[in-house]
């Protein structure tokens, strides 16, 4: 790929010295990610789900690789934050909602 190329992606542009751009210099590939969810949302090629774990409407998208920007798992803050703290056993990929409720309770 040429680097004039208009498809080819490049990283973002980060003048600022926020905490948030600090965090997004650090983290590129993560916030690179974040940025492809994006655009797939408002063009229309990704579309939200439910919480995989709850049902739950109000939803983020988590990674579970970030080479992978748009193979995203949907979960409410609840269950995305738990997911961070408590590790990938907290809710394993392709485990059914309701095995992952009754782990819960």
């Known amino acids: 790929m040429m680097l004039d190329d208009p498809k080819t992606p490049r990283p973002p542009l980060l003048k600022s010295q926020t905490r948030q751009s600090s965090w997004r210099r650090a983290n590129i590939a993560k916030y690179t990610a974040h940025l492809a969810v ?3 949302l408002l ?3 990704l579309q939200k789900q439910g919480c995989e774990v ?5 939803v983020d998208a988590h990674h579970d690789q970030y080479e992978e920007p748009l193979n995203v798992r949907w979960l409410c803050r609840r269950h995305h934050v738990k997911l961070h703290y408590y590790g990938e056993d907290m809710f394993p990929i392709g485990r059914s909602s309701l095995e992952a409720q009754s782990h819960e309770e």
């Open 38 to 40: 994006q655009r797939a």
């Open 43 to 45: 063009s229309g090629t």
């Open 54 to 58: 709850c049902g739950s409407n109000a």
